[in-house]
């Protein structure tokens, strides 16, 4: 088995013992991603949810991967009434053959946030 961890700076370093994301033998799992500064600061579920779209691109990048390379996706949701403005941000970076997905309302998410994506990609 082949394992190679993936890091970025330009998405946040991980806050716990976890690593953005793993490549093992050509599938790459990113690790939840959220926007810890956004929510700080009391931006919209729309930013919020484009900055962590926006973080999973880069570590997608960081591996030679972009969302097209995307097979699964999950979305936990703090509030399932956001669901359809998150839905409108994620589906602009999914224009053409979607991934799987589940998106879950969660009691919690960590730091507080509103939202947290990970993913699924294969090379």
């Known amino acids: 088995m082949s394992k190679q961890i993936i890091f970025t700076e330009k998405a946040p370093a991980a806050i716990g013992p976890y690593s953005q994301a793993v490549l093992s033998n050509g599938t790459l799992y990113v690790s939840g991603q959220i926007a810890l500064a956004l929510v700080e600061a009391g931006a919209s579920i729309q930013d919020e949810t484009k900055q962590v779209m926006e973080n999973l691109k880069a570590i997608l990048e960081a591996a030679?991967?972009?969302?097209?390379?995307?097979?699964?996706?999950s979305i936990f949701v703090k509030d399932m009434n956001n669901f359809a403005l998150i839905n409108e941000?994620?589906?602009?970076?999914?224009?053409?053959?979607?991934?799987?997905?589940?998106?879950?309302?969660?009691?919690?998410?960590?730091?507080?946030?509103?939202?947290?994506?990970?993913?699924?990609?294969v090379a």
């Open 89 to 121: 941000v994620y589906g602009s970076y999914f224009t053409v053959n979607p991934p799987a997905r589940e998106t879950v309302e969660v009691a919690r998410l960590p730091k507080d946030v509103n939202v947290e994506i990970s993913c699924i990609a």
């Open 64 to 73: 030679n991967m972009t969302f097209e390379n995307v097979v699964k996706c």
